[in-house]
């Protein structure tokens, strides 16, 4: 562990972007791309700890518009309902510009290629890379995300409205709205620690507070439109690893994105929503670091089902 870096004029848009590398640097290196409004701190470093246990090089990131990369304030507001109506004129960036970020960062590290693992929007940032820049990714993890086909994917329209409501006041209104927020959203068949999740969101709020930085990301995700045509082209092992109780991306996402994907290999869990319980921390690194070594070695897929 080297603690939080920046490398600065990162790919195409030149941004700044904050990282953290665990791990034996000859290892295999695995890329952890987080999800929309979410900073690196959200790869929790015991979840890195077990990768790093299984042999495993690991890089977590911020991404633009979130954490200690480059934020774009001065871009135009976003207007997350007209995307969300079909009007994605307020997008700032589209999903293009984030997976070049991704590339740029490796590139910033001396890295030819990675191992992708990407949460959410990070899962779409993934995808992204493995059409346009497939030469830099060995293989692909997607977790609790989508093709961006609207009819798949979608979160619970009361989850929607919920979301829409976050509130940009007092600190601990903010802190007491996510915390809120996670335990809707989270895994109902297992237990979350709420003093360790107040004490993250509470962390998260004093690095880098940005509701702003969300909705654009937000947006660009809708703005980027459907990908699965494209995914057909993918030819990288993948994984992907979804929560049969997901309200914010139902596991239809996940199991269109399998679909989609030649060869890629579908685990959906019993009990998992939209996050990372700790309980699955090993199974979770263990799946990952299995699919590393079968694309360093012989890369070979197919669709398990994995009910908890």
Not at 198 to 212: F, K, N, Q, S, T
Not at 226 to 234: E, M, N, W
């Amino acid at each position: 562990m080297t603690g939080v870096e920046k490398v600065f004029d990162v790919g195409p848009s030149g941004i700044e972007v904050a990282y953290e590398r665990f791990g034996d640097r000859q290892a295999p290196p695995v890329l952890l791309v987080m999800g929309a409004g979410a900073q690196l701190l959200a790869w929790h470093e015991d979840l890195c700890a077990e990768l790093v246990a299984h042999g495993l090089q690991v890089i977590r990131f911020d991404n633009r518009d979130a954490g200690l990369s480059s934020h774009f304030p001065d871009a135009p507001a976003p207007d997350l309902p007209a995307a969300l109506a079909g009007d994605t004129s307020s997008a700032s960036y589209t999903l293009s510009d984030m997976a070049a970020d991704t590339v740029g960062l490796l590139d910033a590290l001396g890295l030819d290629s990675a191992h992708i693992v990407g949460a959410s929007l990070g899962g779409a940032i993934g995808q992204t890379i493995a059409i346009e820049h497939p030469g830099r990714i060995r293989s692909l993890t997607s977790i609790m995300s989508s093709t961006g086909d609207r009819s798949v994917g979608q979160p619970r329209p009361e989850t929607l409205a919920m979301l829409m409501g976050a509130p940009n006041e007092s600190r601990q209104d903010v802190i007491d709205w996510w915390v809120t927020a996670f335990r809707s959203v989270g895994s109902p068949g297992f237990e979350s620690d709420e003093a360790e999740l107040r004490e993250y969101v509470g962390r998260a709020y004093d690095r880098a507070h940005d509701p702003l930085g969300f909705a654009r990301q937000a947006v660009a995700v809708i703005a980027s439109g459907d990908r699965t045509a494209r995914l057909r082209s993918v030819d990288v092992p993948t994984l992907v690893l979804h929560g049969a109780d997901d309200l914010m991306c139902d596991v239809s996402g996940g199991r269109a994105t399998a679909e989609a994907i030649p060869d890629a290999e579908l685990v959906v869990i019993d009990g998992m929503g939209h996050n990372l319980p700790r309980a699955l921390w090993p199974e979770v690194a263990s799946r990952i670091a299995d699919l590393v070594k079968r694309a360093e070695t012989a890369p070979r897929g197919g669709e398990i089902e994995s009910p908890r």
